[in-house]
């Protein structure tokens, strides 16, 4: 990063960060985490931070940290963002789930940097909104008019046009195909996701000024034909599996969509296109898995373990606010 052109994207000057904390163990309880920070467009690692709870033994130079669980993401995304600033790091864009705490660490050291969000977290969110909002049989719009579901008072039969459980893993799998093939444009990802909203899930696939640009408008009808777009057969149109027609999940559906295309622009970076952690957090699976017989409370044999995974996890040269000596 250092040796690159400054003015080249990617650089030290005009770094592309991602960043995410990891528990020793899944939950609230952890007494032991790691936050780290690596480069976006190569995967190398660059900083770290072991946050440590509980511990008796003062081998360790660092004082145990007396937070929260829940707290130790933004605590350690200080510690390290303190550190490349001290290198005199420049974060143009940084990459990071929906923590809102460290989300404001990265702006008051870098309040410049632009922020964006993990693209996978976001669609999980999705999904997760979405299975809310199909228990519900009623909302009130906000100029007072009042929807209710068609299945209101009733069991949901079957087709009867609700949120269902197999709509929102297609509401899903369609929300990320948005991502995707908007490449580098904010607005094309919004027009898309608004498109299956008021369209493709109302069975519409043409309409004045558009069309699903996603699937063909004529499918095979003899169940022969080899490529999609260049049938043998005299085909027949295209069909929805899922199709919304209650008009409470359907408003439910379309206000969702509006929510999250209302984040185009931290989910799409202009040069970069769709950005997820998956740099940090496939290292972290890997680190945890590797650290899970490691339950000792003292910090200091943590933090040994878990500078030695780290360093056989990364192929580059790294920076660690904890030091190195045994």
Not at 50 to 76: M, P, R, V, W
Not at 267 to 285: D, F, R, W, Y
Request: with cysteine; net charge positive.
């Amino acid at each position: 990063m250092q040796d690159m052109d400054q003015e080249k994207l990617g650089s030290w000057q005009r770094a592309v960060t991602c960043g995410d904390a990891v528990w020793l163990t899944r939950g609230s309880f952890s007494r032991n985490c790691t936050y780290t920070v690596r480069n976006y467009l190569t995967g190398a690692l660059l900083y770290y931070c072991h946050i440590c709870q509980k511990g008796s033994d003062n081998l360790c130079q660092d004082d145990i940290y007396e937070g929260t669980s829940k707290a130790a993401e933004g605590f350690g995304a200080n510690e390290v963002l303190k550190l490349m600033v001290k290198d005199q790091m420049n974060v143009e864009c940084h990459i990071q789930d929906g923590d809102s705490t460290s989300e404001n660490v990265v702006l008051k050291h870098f309040p410049l940097c632009r922020v964006l969000r993990c693209g996978n977290h976001v669609a999980k969110n999705h999904a997760i909104k979405l299975d809310k909002l199909r228990k519900l049989k009623e909302m009130t719009t906000n100029d007072g008019v009042r929807v209710e579901c068609y299945c209101k008072g009733k069991k949901h039969a079957k087709h009867c046009g609700c949120l269902t459980e197999k709509f929102i893993r297609n509401a899903k799998a369609s929300f990320q195909m948005c991502l995707t093939n908007a490449g580098t444009d904010p607005n094309a990802f919004s027009e898309k996701l608004m498109n299956l909203a008021l369209h493709h899930f109302q069975d519409e696939h043409q309409w004045d000024g558009g069309q699903c640009d996603f699937h063909p408008l004529v499918v095979c009808s003899c169940g022969s034909c080899t490529d999609k777009y260049n049938l043998k057969c005299q085909g027949k149109p295209y069909k929805s599996d899922q199709v919304l027609k209650c008009p409470f999940h359907t408003l439910a559906y379309k206000l969702e969509c509006q929510e999250k295309a209302g984040l185009a622009d931290v989910l799409i970076h202009p040069e970069i296109g769709k950005v997820t952690t998956n740099p940090v957090e496939a290292s972290h699976n890997v680190l945890v898995q590797k650290l899970e017989p490691c339950t000792s409370s003292l910090p200091r044999f943590y933090q040994h373990r878990s500078h030695s995974r780290l360093h056989d996890l990364s192929f580059y040269k790294t920076w660690s606010s904890v030091p190195l000596d045994s």
